[in-house]
């Protein structure tokens, strides 16, 4: 039989993994030197993202199927997104091409 006092714990602990599995992400991806910080990150449906432009031009962070954008990021300023239920793929700036980045399922 288990102890009284330790049924809290395990409880706890039993919540902690399921929160851990299901709960909504935040992801910061900073956008600094014309490159997306990271270039890869792992999300799921529900996440959440903010953009954060530390360059001093704006750029846009813009889902390559057109699924999703931010529209202008000023320079100095952020953008939050949700990402959505076929979320993953790849995404850029819309005022310069080179930049690229990719949201990939998180597992
Ligand atoms: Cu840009």
């Known amino acids: 039989m288990i102890p009284r006092l330790a049924r809290p714990a395990l409880l706890a602990a039993a919540l902690a993994g399921c929160a851990g599995a299901e709960r909504p992400a935040r992801h910061e ?12 990150a792992p999300v799921r449906p529900g996440d959440t993202l903010v953009f954060v432009n530390r360059d001093a031009v704006p750029h846009t962070a ?3 199927d057109g699924a999703w954008d931010t529209g202008d990021i000023p320079a100095n300023a952020s953008r939050t997104v949700v990402v959505g239920e076929n979320g ?7 005022y310069h091409p080179t930049m690229t980045a990719t949201l990939t399922q998180a597992r």
Do not use: N
């Open 62 to 64: 813009t889902a390559a």
């Open 29 to 40: 991806i900073a956008i600094q030197a014309f490159v997306y910080q990271p270039a890869s």
């Open 88 to 94: 993953v793929g790849g995404y850029k700036c819309a």
